[in-house]
């Protein structure tokens, strides 16, 4: 077994990665078996691992290019717009309208940054990325990941003010 | 104050909204704070966004059916030791049987030949998926691929 990759870290970055997939695949279901299907192919190609670098951009490189595979596998077409909405709709169900309209208004000021900045947001807010982690998945250095992230919280600011 | 001490407390306030200040940049920061009011009101709407995106992701998170990751190669086993069994006596049926049909003079010539045919296609087309499967190994297409 790979040094530090054992089945409990495998499972805390399967449900991190949970949020991200459903990002991308606009659907649950998928979601949850791309993370599964991650996990076992991460576990499968363990001794590939290299310990010195954080596990969880690891893993999700392989959830990101699992997930990419499942959307082409749609022969392309865009996602479902029922499926789109299922993200900040699913606020109304439980929590009250003003929080539901709030979360709405947050993704669509998401949805709506630069790619490079709804990036680090996706990763630090709905993935609980680390600083470290966020720079090995984008391949950039920490004191961009820092200024990329300022920027980005910025941008939302200001478009939801 | 130079652009590099911006970028500086920028990136503290980044820390702030994160939780990942120690005490001494939490204290830094405060001071800075309290003599630049409009970045102080910055930082707690920033902060606020983080609280709702945290929602958004606790709520996500709740029903996500994520199991515990274990290795179920016993699993695996079975299914491919059943799925052999059942290519195997599918292959030894339908061998038998278009055997029995080719060597057999009483069956016209052209269901003879389109047995022969299609048999022969079966295999080819077995055999190249195969080749393919083989040529793969080794190469894991989920590594390091920038897209």
Redesign the interface.
Known sequence: MAEGLD?DV??AA??RG??AA?RILKN?DE??EA??EA???A?A?RD?YDPSRPFYAWYH??LK??C?DRLASRNNKPADPEAAEQ??S??TQ??SML?AE??RR??AA?EALPEDLRAV?EL???E?AS?AEMADILEIPI?TV??R??RA??T??EA?? | MTVKDE?YF??L??KA??G?LDRAEAEELDRWLAANPDRAA?LE??TS??E??????Q???AD????????DGGARAMSWLLFTLIFAGLALLCGFGVVQMLSNPEVPGAVRWGAGLATAGTLGLFARVLWTRIRSLGS??????D?
């Open positions: 089945r495998l499972t399967t449900r949970f949020v459903l649950r979601a949850e993370c599964q996990a076992a192919r576990w190609a590939r490189r392989i290019n699992l990419l993200l900040p699913e606020a439980e929590s929080a709030d979360e947050v993704h998401i947001i630090r807010h709905f609980d600083y004191g820092m200024s992230l300022y919280r910025k939302l600011k939801l003010s | 970028a920028e990136a306030m980044m909204v994160d990942f910055e709407e920033m966004i983080k709702v995106t945290d929602q958004m992701r709520r996500l998170m996500a059916r994520i199991e515990p990751f274990r290795e894991d297409p989920y590594e390091e691929i897209r």
